[in-house]
């Protein structure tokens, strides 16, 4: 069986900064009060007229993540696409790849589990590589969350949170079983789904009732029952965390660098603070960019290895929580 490592990454998100002081005067709210709840100091957002979708930004994440990886379209045999805010509601994202790379009739498929989308589109790629399906895997994650945010004070709650944004890796075959990813874990929760949720559009809740729906009708807004939300997260980080580190038989002291999933700082910090790690170990960066749900991993990932912050033989952690509620972790030896 073959294994699989990251030969290039890539990220892309919109010139366009929105600051908390640009929101204050949207909503009932100001950067204190942002900062201390989630630790976001700005945000990304695609501007009006903007060609950017999820798509388009990661068309573009992904060209230079192929070009880092010393390959061309031609080299990449399958791709895995990560959003919650795909362009269409159907189809999906990533045969829009194919068509904006002018890729070969390569397969394509949409992983549809937000937070934790880019640690299930990482995880899927790596079975089709450790199989010997397919020798390189493109793996993007990216969202458009600012077309479909509710900016009033009523949805501040959520609003602030989130920015648009996408990166994207190659994965790579490999004959060297101590490098690349070591092993994947991941879980689910559904009974969850009301606490974290877009309600509509769905099949339910189809063009007819959009149509006639009232002002009060808030359900094409993202609601999360914040607090719930929290107290799951930093309960099922820790434990896929260890559930990584104890497969691989690693101890926390080992790792050279964690990178969870940038939903709120405070999250990050309390994971943190339980495994004693210091703060070269992790590698957070919602406060420029905010919550870029399947997308936020990987431009953290790329950003913290062209800062120098991932080197060979490092141990690196990846873990997400989110909408499901899913969760899961890759534990990657570079």
Sequence with gaps: MYNSKITGLGFYVPEHIVTNDDLSKLMDTDDEWIQERTGIKQRHWIPEGSEDTSAVMGAKAAKIAIERAGLTKDDIDFIVFATLSPDYYFPGCGVQIQDMLDMPTIGAIDVRNQCSGFIYALSTADQFIKTGMYKNVLVIGAEYHSNGLDKSTRGRGVSVIFGDGAGACVLSQTEDNTKGILSSHLHSQGKHA?????ASPSIKHWVPEILASKEEDISYFPYMDGTFVFKNAVVR???VIMEGLNTNKINPDDIDLFIPHQANLRISQFIQKKFGWR???VYNNIMEYGN????????ALTEAWEKGKVKEDDIVV??????GFTWGSVIIRW
Excluded: C, P, R
Excluded at 318 to 323: I, P, R, T, V, Y
């Design 194 to 198: 009301d606490k974290l949720i877009v």
């Design 237 to 239: 980080f820790s434990e």
């Design 279 to 281: 703060n070269d170990q």
């Design 292 to 299: 870029t749900t399947a997308a936020s991993i990987v431009i």
């Design 318 to 323: 990846l873990a997400a929580f989110g909408s």
